[in-house]
Protein backbone atom coordinates (compact mmCIF):
# COMPACT_ATOMS: atom_id res chain seq x y z
CA UNK A 1 0.00 0.00 0.00
CA UNK A 2 1.52 3.14 -0.78
CA UNK A 3 2.00 5.36 1.93
CA UNK A 4 -0.43 8.50 1.84
CA UNK A 5 1.14 11.71 1.55
CA UNK A 6 0.58 13.73 4.72
CA UNK A 7 -0.47 17.19 3.82
CA UNK A 8 2.79 18.70 5.87
CA UNK A 9 4.75 17.47 3.38
CA UNK A 10 3.00 18.93 0.73
CA UNK A 11 4.77 22.17 0.85
CA UNK A 12 6.25 22.16 -1.91
CA UNK A 13 3.32 21.31 -4.82
CA UNK A 14 3.92 17.90 -6.48
CA UNK A 15 3.35 18.04 -9.88
CA UNK A 16 1.20 15.57 -11.73
CA UNK A 17 4.04 13.64 -12.36
CA UNK A 18 5.80 13.27 -9.12
CA UNK A 19 1.99 12.25 -7.42
CA UNK A 20 1.91 9.62 -9.89
CA UNK A 21 5.27 8.27 -8.97
CA UNK A 22 3.95 7.73 -5.48
CA UNK A 23 1.28 5.76 -6.62
CA UNK A 24 1.00 1.74 -7.78
CA UNK A 25 -0.44 2.22 -11.20
CA UNK A 26 1.52 0.95 -13.77
CA UNK A 27 4.02 3.25 -16.04
CA UNK A 28 1.40 3.18 -19.06
CA UNK A 29 -1.53 3.91 -17.12
CA UNK A 30 0.57 6.81 -15.90
CA UNK A 31 1.38 7.86 -19.58
CA UNK A 32 -2.20 7.46 -20.42
CA UNK A 33 -3.22 9.13 -18.03
CA UNK A 34 -0.56 12.38 -18.74
CA UNK A 35 -1.54 12.74 -21.86
CA UNK A 36 -5.09 12.85 -21.85
CA UNK A 37 -4.48 15.45 -18.96
CA UNK A 38 -2.42 17.77 -21.55
CA UNK A 39 -5.33 17.79 -23.76
CA UNK A 40 -6.88 20.31 -21.57
CA UNK A 41 -4.45 22.95 -23.47
CA UNK A 42 -5.86 22.54 -26.66
CA UNK A 43 -9.85 21.74 -25.68
CA UNK A 44 -9.63 24.79 -23.77
CA UNK A 45 -7.79 27.30 -26.72
CA UNK A 46 -10.42 25.15 -29.17
CA UNK A 47 -13.25 27.46 -27.44
CA UNK A 48 -13.42 30.52 -28.59
CA UNK A 49 -13.60 28.69 -32.59
CA UNK A 50 -15.78 26.22 -31.56
CA UNK A 51 -18.87 28.36 -29.91
CA UNK A 52 -21.78 26.66 -32.42
CA UNK A 53 -24.20 24.07 -32.20
CA UNK A 54 -23.20 21.51 -35.01
CA UNK A 55 -26.65 20.71 -36.62
CA UNK A 56 -25.60 17.23 -36.32
CA UNK A 57 -26.64 14.79 -33.44
CA UNK A 58 -25.10 12.01 -31.48
CA UNK A 59 -26.52 8.27 -31.07
CA UNK A 60 -28.16 9.94 -27.79
CA UNK A 61 -30.29 12.14 -30.37
CA UNK A 62 -28.50 15.67 -28.53
CA UNK A 63 -27.50 18.49 -30.65
CA UNK A 64 -23.92 18.14 -30.79
CA UNK A 65 -22.02 21.06 -30.10
CA UNK A 66 -19.35 22.18 -32.04
CA UNK A 67 -16.96 21.30 -28.92
CA UNK A 68 -18.43 18.21 -28.59
CA UNK A 69 -17.34 17.11 -32.08
CA UNK A 70 -13.72 18.66 -31.67
CA UNK A 71 -12.61 17.69 -28.51
CA UNK A 72 -14.54 14.23 -29.05
CA UNK A 73 -12.29 14.03 -32.24
CA UNK A 74 -9.27 15.61 -31.12
CA UNK A 75 -8.94 12.80 -28.06
CA UNK A 76 -9.77 10.08 -30.27
CA UNK A 77 -6.12 10.90 -32.34
CA UNK A 78 -4.64 11.42 -28.85
CA UNK A 79 -5.53 7.73 -28.01
CA UNK A 80 -4.65 6.37 -31.40
CA UNK A 81 -1.27 8.18 -31.62
CA UNK A 82 -0.91 6.83 -27.96
CA UNK A 83 -0.58 3.27 -28.92
CA UNK A 84 -2.20 2.54 -25.51
CA UNK A 85 -5.45 2.51 -26.36
CA UNK A 86 -7.00 -0.64 -27.14
CA UNK A 87 -10.87 0.35 -27.48
CA UNK A 88 -12.42 3.57 -26.82
CA UNK A 89 -16.42 4.13 -25.72
CA UNK A 90 -17.05 7.84 -26.75
CA UNK A 91 -20.70 9.60 -25.90
CA UNK A 92 -20.59 11.36 -29.23
CA UNK A 93 -19.77 8.37 -31.35
CA UNK A 94 -22.19 5.55 -32.12
CA UNK A 95 -19.85 2.45 -31.70
CA UNK A 96 -17.13 1.51 -29.71
CA UNK A 97 -13.43 2.56 -31.42
CA UNK A 98 -10.85 0.11 -31.81
CA UNK A 99 -7.09 0.69 -32.73
CA UNK A 100 -5.78 -2.79 -33.96
CA UNK A 101 -2.47 -1.04 -33.78
CA UNK A 102 -2.24 0.00 -30.14
CA UNK A 103 0.81 -2.43 -28.17
CA UNK A 104 -1.30 -1.21 -24.74
CA UNK A 105 -4.31 -2.74 -23.68
CA UNK A 106 -6.54 0.32 -22.12
CA UNK A 107 -10.13 0.74 -22.86
CA UNK A 108 -11.46 4.77 -22.41
CA UNK A 109 -14.71 5.56 -21.77
CA UNK A 110 -15.37 9.09 -22.15
CA UNK A 111 -17.51 12.32 -22.20
CA UNK A 112 -15.22 14.50 -24.03
CA UNK A 113 -17.38 17.52 -23.16
CA UNK A 114 -19.75 17.78 -20.38
CA UNK A 115 -22.11 20.60 -20.28
CA UNK A 116 -21.83 21.96 -23.99
CA UNK A 117 -25.11 23.30 -23.08
CA UNK A 118 -23.24 26.02 -21.26
CA UNK A 119 -20.77 26.97 -23.91
CA UNK A 120 -21.81 29.94 -25.28
CA UNK A 121 -22.14 31.22 -21.27
CA UNK A 122 -18.68 30.43 -20.40
CA UNK A 123 -20.01 28.67 -17.40
CA UNK A 124 -17.46 25.81 -16.58
CA UNK A 125 -17.79 22.47 -17.87
CA UNK A 126 -15.45 19.47 -18.58
CA UNK A 127 -14.07 16.18 -19.86
CA UNK A 128 -14.60 12.82 -17.91
CA UNK A 129 -12.76 10.48 -18.71
CA UNK A 130 -12.72 6.60 -17.41
CA UNK A 131 -9.97 3.70 -18.30
CA UNK A 132 -10.08 -0.09 -17.35
CA UNK A 133 -6.81 -2.32 -18.13
CA UNK A 134 -7.83 -5.04 -20.40
CA UNK A 135 -9.28 -3.67 -23.73
CA UNK A 136 -12.56 -4.24 -22.87
CA UNK A 137 -15.23 -1.30 -23.23
CA UNK A 138 -18.25 -2.97 -21.70
CA UNK A 139 -17.74 -3.50 -18.21
CA UNK A 140 -18.56 -2.61 -14.85
CA UNK A 141 -17.63 0.56 -13.25
CA UNK A 142 -16.12 -1.55 -10.16
CA UNK A 143 -13.72 -2.20 -13.08
CA UNK A 144 -11.93 0.65 -14.06
CA UNK A 145 -8.42 1.22 -13.24
CA UNK A 146 -8.42 5.18 -13.23
CA UNK A 147 -10.90 7.95 -13.74
CA UNK A 148 -10.64 11.50 -13.92
CA UNK A 149 -12.23 14.97 -15.44
CA UNK A 150 -10.61 18.23 -16.32
CA UNK A 151 -12.56 21.04 -15.63
CA UNK A 152 -12.18 24.11 -17.91
CA UNK A 153 -13.22 27.14 -15.06
CA UNK A 154 -11.59 30.02 -13.83
CA UNK A 155 -8.79 27.76 -13.48
CA UNK A 156 -7.92 24.94 -15.28
CA UNK A 157 -8.33 21.72 -12.60
CA UNK A 158 -7.94 17.96 -12.96
CA UNK A 159 -9.04 15.78 -10.77
CA UNK A 160 -7.92 12.32 -10.33
CA UNK A 161 -8.23 8.49 -9.09
CA UNK A 162 -6.25 5.81 -9.62
CA UNK A 163 -7.65 4.06 -6.63
CA UNK A 164 -5.78 5.11 -4.34
CA UNK A 165 -7.78 8.07 -2.85
CA UNK A 166 -8.82 11.68 -5.08
CA UNK A 167 -6.48 14.16 -6.10
CA UNK A 168 -6.92 17.35 -7.52
CA UNK A 169 -4.39 19.58 -9.09
CA UNK A 170 -4.62 23.08 -10.90
CA UNK A 171 -2.55 24.18 -14.15
CA UNK A 172 0.09 27.08 -13.96
CA UNK A 173 1.01 29.57 -16.64
CA UNK A 174 3.31 26.74 -17.87
CA UNK A 175 0.28 24.45 -18.27
CA UNK A 176 2.20 21.99 -15.53
CA UNK A 177 -0.70 20.43 -13.13
CA UNK A 178 0.13 21.30 -9.23
CA UNK A 179 -1.24 19.42 -6.63
CA UNK A 180 -4.32 21.24 -4.39
CA UNK A 181 -5.33 18.33 -2.47
CA UNK A 182 -3.26 15.18 -2.35
CA UNK A 183 -6.09 13.32 -0.24
CA UNK A 184 -9.59 14.49 -1.29
CA UNK A 185 -12.74 13.49 1.47
CA UNK A 186 -16.24 14.27 0.49
CA UNK A 187 -18.06 15.94 3.64
CA UNK A 188 -21.68 15.18 4.41
CA UNK A 189 -22.55 19.09 3.52
CA UNK A 190 -26.11 20.62 2.41
CA UNK A 191 -25.75 21.21 -1.36
CA UNK A 192 -28.08 19.47 -3.85
CA UNK A 193 -28.57 19.66 -7.43
CA UNK A 194 -31.53 17.98 -8.90
CA UNK A 195 -32.27 17.81 -12.94
CA UNK A 196 -35.25 17.39 -14.89
CA UNK A 197 -38.17 19.19 -14.25
CA UNK A 198 -40.02 19.40 -11.23
CA UNK A 199 -43.57 18.46 -13.05
CA UNK A 200 -41.87 15.46 -14.07
CA UNK A 201 -40.30 13.95 -11.23
CA UNK A 202 -42.18 11.14 -9.69
CA UNK A 203 -43.33 11.18 -6.10
CA UNK A 204 -40.53 9.43 -4.44
CA UNK A 205 -37.95 11.76 -5.65
CA UNK A 206 -39.91 15.06 -5.17
CA UNK A 207 -40.44 13.42 -1.44
CA UNK A 208 -36.97 13.20 -0.97
CA UNK A 209 -36.27 16.86 -2.58
CA UNK A 210 -38.66 18.00 -0.01
CA UNK A 211 -37.01 15.55 2.89
CA UNK A 212 -33.78 17.45 2.85
CA UNK A 213 -34.60 20.82 1.65
CA UNK A 214 -36.55 20.99 5.28
CA UNK A 215 -33.03 19.43 6.35
CA UNK A 216 -31.60 22.67 4.76
CA UNK A 217 -30.32 22.00 1.85
CA UNK A 218 -29.98 24.49 -1.02
CA UNK A 219 -29.95 24.52 -4.46
CA UNK A 220 -26.88 25.05 -6.71
CA UNK A 221 -27.23 23.46 -10.03
CA UNK A 222 -25.63 24.88 -13.46
CA UNK A 223 -26.42 22.42 -15.94
CA UNK A 224 -22.73 21.21 -16.27
CA UNK A 225 -22.85 17.91 -14.17
CA UNK A 226 -18.67 18.28 -13.77
CA UNK A 227 -18.93 21.42 -12.46
CA UNK A 228 -21.84 20.41 -10.02
CA UNK A 229 -20.30 17.32 -9.08
CA UNK A 230 -16.64 18.85 -8.51
CA UNK A 231 -18.55 21.34 -5.78
CA UNK A 232 -20.31 18.15 -4.12
CA UNK A 233 -17.00 16.80 -3.87
CA UNK A 234 -15.32 19.46 -1.99
CA UNK A 235 -18.52 20.81 0.20
CA UNK A 236 -20.93 17.78 0.18
CA UNK A 237 -24.53 16.95 -0.61
CA UNK A 238 -25.34 15.45 -3.93
CA UNK A 239 -26.46 15.37 -7.52
CA UNK A 240 -29.14 13.93 -9.52
CA UNK A 241 -30.83 13.24 -12.61
CA UNK A 242 -33.40 10.91 -11.47
CA UNK A 243 -35.80 8.47 -13.41
CA UNK A 244 -38.98 10.94 -14.49
CA UNK A 245 -42.28 10.22 -16.00
CA UNK A 246 -41.84 9.62 -19.23
CA UNK A 247 -38.00 8.93 -18.82
CA UNK A 248 -37.62 5.90 -16.16
CA UNK A 249 -33.31 5.94 -17.38
CA UNK A 250 -33.21 9.63 -17.18
CA UNK A 251 -30.85 11.55 -18.81
CA UNK A 252 -27.09 10.51 -17.74
CA UNK A 253 -25.15 7.73 -19.51
CA UNK A 254 -23.83 5.08 -17.44
CA UNK A 255 -20.48 4.43 -19.01
CA UNK A 256 -19.31 7.92 -19.98
CA UNK A 257 -20.74 9.65 -17.05
CA UNK A 258 -22.01 7.91 -13.82
CA UNK A 259 -18.71 5.07 -13.98
CA UNK A 260 -15.78 7.94 -14.05
CA UNK A 261 -17.59 10.05 -12.06
CA UNK A 262 -18.86 7.59 -9.57
CA UNK A 263 -15.44 5.59 -9.33
CA UNK A 264 -13.69 9.23 -7.88
CA UNK A 265 -16.86 9.64 -5.50
CA UNK A 266 -16.67 6.19 -4.17
CA UNK A 267 -12.94 6.91 -3.79
CA UNK A 268 -13.39 10.00 -1.59
CA UNK A 269 -15.78 7.89 0.29
CA UNK A 270 -18.93 9.21 -1.19
CA UNK A 271 -21.21 6.96 -3.34
CA UNK A 272 -23.69 6.61 -6.21
CA UNK A 273 -26.77 4.73 -7.05
CA UNK A 274 -29.88 4.51 -9.29
CA UNK A 275 -31.98 5.18 -6.39
CA UNK A 276 -31.99 1.48 -5.29
CA UNK A 277 -27.91 0.16 -6.21
CA UNK A 278 -24.62 0.95 -6.28
CA UNK A 279 -24.21 2.13 -10.25
CA UNK A 280 -20.22 1.16 -10.09
CA UNK A 281 -22.37 -2.39 -9.99
CA UNK A 282 -24.35 -1.99 -12.64
CA UNK A 283 -23.30 -4.66 -15.79
CA UNK A 284 -23.85 -2.48 -18.50
CA UNK A 285 -26.31 -3.62 -21.48
CA UNK A 286 -25.77 -1.29 -24.23
CA UNK A 287 -22.94 1.38 -24.57
CA UNK A 288 -25.27 4.52 -24.51
CA UNK A 289 -27.53 3.04 -21.84
CA UNK A 290 -28.86 6.14 -19.50
CA UNK A 291 -29.51 5.56 -16.03
CA UNK A 292 -31.01 7.37 -13.35
CA UNK A 293 -27.94 9.16 -11.21
CA UNK A 294 -27.82 10.19 -7.57
CA UNK A 295 -24.02 10.89 -6.83
CA UNK A 296 -22.63 12.98 -3.21
CA UNK A 297 -21.98 12.44 0.50
CA UNK A 298 -22.38 8.46 1.51
CA UNK A 299 -25.31 9.36 4.38
CA UNK A 300 -27.53 11.47 1.85
CA UNK A 301 -27.04 9.06 -0.64
CA UNK A 302 -28.43 6.52 1.86
CA UNK A 303 -31.19 8.23 3.28
CA UNK A 304 -32.70 8.42 -0.78
CA UNK A 305 -32.45 5.14 -1.43
CA UNK A 306 -34.63 4.56 2.16
CA UNK A 307 -36.82 7.18 0.69
CA UNK A 308 -37.25 6.00 -2.64
CA UNK A 309 -37.06 2.12 -2.21
CA UNK A 310 -40.11 3.14 0.17
P1 LIG B 1 -23.58 16.70 -21.97
O1 LIG B 1 -23.24 18.13 -22.21
O2 LIG B 1 -22.36 15.81 -21.97
O3 LIG B 1 -24.70 16.20 -22.82
O4 LIG B 1 -24.08 16.58 -20.46
C1 LIG B 1 -25.11 17.41 -20.07
C2 LIG B 1 -25.77 16.80 -18.87
C3 LIG B 1 -25.09 17.19 -17.57
O5 LIG B 1 -23.82 17.73 -17.74
C4 LIG B 1 -26.00 18.23 -16.98
O6 LIG B 1 -26.07 18.13 -15.58
C5 LIG B 1 -27.33 17.88 -17.61
O7 LIG B 1 -27.07 17.27 -18.85
C6 LIG B 1 -28.13 19.12 -17.84
O8 LIG B 1 -29.37 18.65 -18.32
P2 LIG B 1 -30.58 19.70 -18.41
O9 LIG B 1 -30.20 20.65 -19.51
O10 LIG B 1 -31.76 18.84 -18.70
O11 LIG B 1 -30.65 20.38 -17.07
MN1 LIG C 1 -22.25 14.87 -20.11
MN1 LIG D 1 -21.00 15.46 -23.49
Known amino acids: MIQRIEQHELMVMLTLHEYLDTCACAGDLASLITVIAEQAVPIRN ?11 RNVSGEQQAAMDTWSDGHLTEVYRSSG ?13 VNFPDATGRYAVVMDPLDGSSLIQTNLAVGTIIGIFDDGT ?19 TTLTLTVGEGVAIFAMNEQDEYLLLDGDVRMPEGNLYASGGLKKDWKDRHARFIDTVEQRGFKLRYSGSFVADFHQVLKYGGFYCYPALEGKPEGKLRL ?26 DVEPASLHQRTPIYVGSSGVIELMEGILSG
Open 46 to 56: AFLTNQSYATS
Open 84 to 96: LVAALGSEEQKDI
Open 137 to 155: VMQKGKNLKAALYMIYGPM
Open 255 to 280: LFEAYPIGFIAAQAGGAISDGARNLL
